[in-house]
């Protein structure tokens, strides 16, 4: 997966999880995430979302992306264990789990692009 932004091309090594036991528990009781590593939250159409971080104990960066893989909104460094809702605040098909400021690091901002075979190819002709 790769996320297209004004300072550059950054690709990630993912897991997609794309059913509902795989969705809930997402990266709970892991312990490190690699800088170049993630986690993709595929809900196969677009809909308000929420996540929080119960039983997840490194922090992370929640990127919103709708189906065509536009970056909506971005939650930086969610913090570990911290149970408060974490809501997308618009209709998306995707959430993008990385390393807790890295989103920051690489000038990741809404409008940016990601690239991956399950985003829309309107994403990629950008």
Known sequence: MTLHTATGEYV???EVVDTPKSRADGLMFR????PDAG???DFK???????WMRNTFIPLDMIFVDAQGIVKTIHV????QDPTSI??????QFVL???GGRSVEIGLKPGDTMEHVRASTAA???
Not at 31 to 34: F, G, H, W, Y
Not at 87 to 92: I, K, N
């Open 12 to 14: 990630f090594t993912v």
């Open 31 to 34: 312990q490190e995430l690699a």
């Open 39 to 41: 986690m993709l939250f």
């Open 45 to 51: 159409e677009e809909r308000p979302v929420s996540f």
């Open 77 to 80: 460094n969610a913090r570990p």
């Open 87 to 92: 809501p997308s605040g618009v209709p998306v």
């Open 97 to 99: 789990e990385i390393p």
């Open 124 to 126: 990629k002709e950008k």
